[in-house]
């Protein structure tokens, strides 16, 4: 299958202006946004949102495109999974540049961010072999009758993402959807759409056939319109809990495969057997990198017993070395909020916490930028006394704040744990295997990290949450990927001459 350059189209994109690619770039018609850097209030770009007609284009190009590439055999799709991931290689430090300066990350946060990323390139590469995972044939379940499995692509799947990781997210469904025969449409976050068309660049570079893997841009509107689209077969989302449950919700009504990743509240407990100088560095990073808008940050951590103490002053003195400024900066361990909303909505949860009884011990509610005083800067803050009947140990704070709560003993910790309506991620620090065994156990998380603050699992692995970080059965990455795309047709047959 050859692509064919019919489309008016042209080569590459314009990094002032995020166009949709359908087919080739193409420029929607709906409305036109600002994309604001977050550090310095400058204008970077603009967006222009995808209407329903475009969607409509979208998912018939898409649609058009899916019969060819299912007949292309997975040895040769994968051909382009592997050309995708060196184009991808080949522009790792253009897109970790460009997401800095979108979205506020460190460079090193957006470089570790890509090859994350790209590791699910890689993964899916594997595909010819994946494929066999769940298929077979058994002979002679009857007499002369064999019986055989076998996976099928289902069509256009669609997947829609948030803000905080622009790159890493979308090749978390990417490459799983088209390496098994489906096609694809991406819908990058409104706020961050400028690193989604440097991978298509790289998509666009990987020659895949027109049509099997697409870019629309928009907001909710424009989600909505895939949501209800007849041919759309499936939909992988990742973003907030009530958007996750709404997107389940209406997808499934309309019959279609769903996966939604929600928000989290994650906490991380240290007992007395942990190794501190080790423990507190890594505590640091899970609660303020990428200024605390991880999944997976634990934004409260549990001292239990004695440990109380001596953590509390090793954390203090930790924060008090992060430099905050523009991720684009060398130095910088902070980089700016999202938008000026967030960080007045982060600014309002310190507030209440202060009213509910927690004390502040470091106040980065007042730092401004030097340079940069239109940044939504918010300076690393911790609160001590944190109880589970507070709002803000129960409610994703997605900012760099760090709660300090204390319980008696590893029980009561794990009664912490559980409190809240998500089961996203969790870490203990210990060198019990004991207690590391307990909280497995009985820690009611998808992703559990011990002496590991934030517990990415590999591309090979599947990652999701649970409780109301998720909503669904399949999640994603590595062979529930494979299981979400695919369904298994199963034959029987005998013959009689
Ligand atoms: P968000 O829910 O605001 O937006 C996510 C996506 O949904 C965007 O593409 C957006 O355009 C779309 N959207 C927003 N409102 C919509 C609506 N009403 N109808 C249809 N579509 C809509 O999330 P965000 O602020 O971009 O991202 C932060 C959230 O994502 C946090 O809660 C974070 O925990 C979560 N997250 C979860 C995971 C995970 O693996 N569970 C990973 C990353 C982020």
């Given at each position: 299958m050859t692509k064919s350059h019919?489309?008016?189209?042209?080569?590459?994109?314009?990094?002032?202006?995020?166009?949709?690619?359908?087919?080739?770039?193409?420029?929607?018609?709906?409305?036109?946004?600002?994309?604001?850097?977050?550090?310095?209030?400058?204008?970077?770009?603009?967006?222009?949102y995808s209407t329903a007609d475009d969607v409509a284009d979208a998912v018939r190009t898409a649609h058009d495109a899916f019969e060819g590439w299912r007949d292309t055999s997975p040895v040769e799709r994968v051909q382009y999974i592997f050309r995708l991931k060196q184009e991808l290689e080949d522009r790792q430090e253009e897109i970790a540049r460009a997401l800095s300066r979108e979205h506020g990350k460190t460079v090193a946060e957006a470089s570790g961010e890509i090859r994350r990323g790209i590791e699910n390139v890689e993964v899916a590469a594997g595909m010819p072999n994946m494929l066999r995972e769940g298929s077979g044939v058994v002979e002679g379940v009857a007499p002369e009758m064999d019986e055989s499995a076998v996976?099928?692509?289902?069509?256009?799947?669609?997947?829609?993402?948030?803000?905080?990781?622009?790159?890493?997210?979308?090749?978390?469904?990417?490459?799983?959807?088209?390496?098994?025969?489906?096609?694809?449409?991406?819908?990058?976050?409104?706020?961050?759409?400028?690193?989604?068309?440097?991978?298509?660049?790289?998509?666009?570079?990987?020659?895949?056939?027109?049509?099997?893997?697409?870019?629309?841009n928009g907001g909710a509107d424009t989600v909505n319109a895939l949501l209800t689209h007849d041919d759309v077969a499936g939909v992988s989302f990742v973003g907030s809990t009530p958007v996750a449950q709404y997107i389940y919700q209406t997808a499934a009504a309309e019959g279609k495969r769903v996966q939604?990743?929600?928000?989290?509240?994650?906490?991380?407990?240290v007992t007395g057997s942990a190794v501190l100088e080790e423990t507190v560095p890594n505590i640091i990073g899970s609660v303020y990198g990428n200024a605390g808008q991880r999944c997976l940050a634990n934004d409260?951590?549990?001292?239990?017993?004695?440990?109380?103490?001596?953590?509390?002053?090793?954390?203090?003195?930790?924060?008090?070395?992060?430099?905050?400024?523009?991720?684009?900066?060398?130095?910088?361990?902070v980089g700016p909020l999202i938008t000026a909303d967030s960080r007045e909505?982060?600014?309002?949860?310190?507030?209440?916490?202060?009213?509910?009884?927690?004390?502040?011990?470091?106040?980065?509610?007042?730092?401004?930028?030097?340079?940069?005083?239109?940044?939504?800067?918010?300076?690393?803050?911790?609160?001590?006394?944190v109880t589970t009947d507070m709002e803000i140990a129960q409610t994703e704070i997605f900012g760099p704040v760090l709660c300090l709560a204390s319980a008696g003993d590893l029980d009561e910790a794990i009664a912490m744990v559980n409190s809240t309506e998500y089961g996203n991620?969790?870490?203990?620090?210990?060198?019990?295997?004991?207690?590391?065994?307990?909280?497995?156990?009985?820690?009611?998380?998808?992703?559990?990290?011990?002496?590991?603050?934030?517990?990415?699992?590999?591309?090979?692995?599947?990652?999701?949450?649970?409780?109301?970080?998720?909503?669904?059965?399949?999640?994603?990455?590595?062979?529930?990927?494979?299981?979400?795309?695919?369904?298994?047709?199963?034959?029987?047959?005998?013959?009689?001459?």
């Open positions: 019919e489309q008016p189209r042209t080569t590459t994109a314009e990094p002032d202006f995020a166009r949709n690619y359908v087919g080739g770039w193409t420029e929607p018609n709906g409305e036109t946004e600002e994309i604001i850097n977050p550090a310095t209030g400058e204008k970077l770009a603009q967006v222009r996976r099928q692509p289902l069509g256009v799947f669609t997947a829609v993402v948030p803000f905080n990781f622009p790159a890493m997210i979308p090749l978390w469904f990417l490459p799983y959807a088209v390496a098994t025969g489906n096609t694809f449409i991406l819908k990058p976050s409104e706020k961050v759409p400028l690193s989604s068309q440097l991978i298509f660049e790289a998509v666009d570079a990987a020659s895949f056939p027109e049509g099997v893997v697409n870019l629309v939604a990743q929600g928000g989290a509240k994650n906490y991380a407990v409260v951590v549990v001292g239990v017993g004695d440990v109380y103490d001596d953590l509390r002053e090793r954390l203090l003195d930790a924060v008090d070395d992060l430099v905050v400024g523009p991720g684009i900066d060398e130095e910088t361990d909505r982060v600014l309002g949860m310190i507030e209440d916490a202060i009213d509910e009884g927690a004390d502040l011990v470091v106040d980065g509610r007042d730092f401004e930028h030097p340079e940069f005083p239109e940044g939504n800067f918010l300076g690393p803050t911790l609160l001590e006394g991620a969790s870490s203990l620090y210990t060198e019990r295997g004991s207690e590391a065994r307990q909280y497995r156990y009985e820690v009611d998380a998808g992703n559990i990290g011990i002496n590991v603050g934030v517990c990415a699992p590999m591309g090979f692995f599947h990652f999701g949450g649970r409780k109301g970080s998720f909503f669904g059965d399949l999640h994603a990455q590595g062979e529930d990927a494979v299981n979400f795309y695919t369904d298994k047709t199963i034959e029987i047959e005998r013959y009689y001459s």
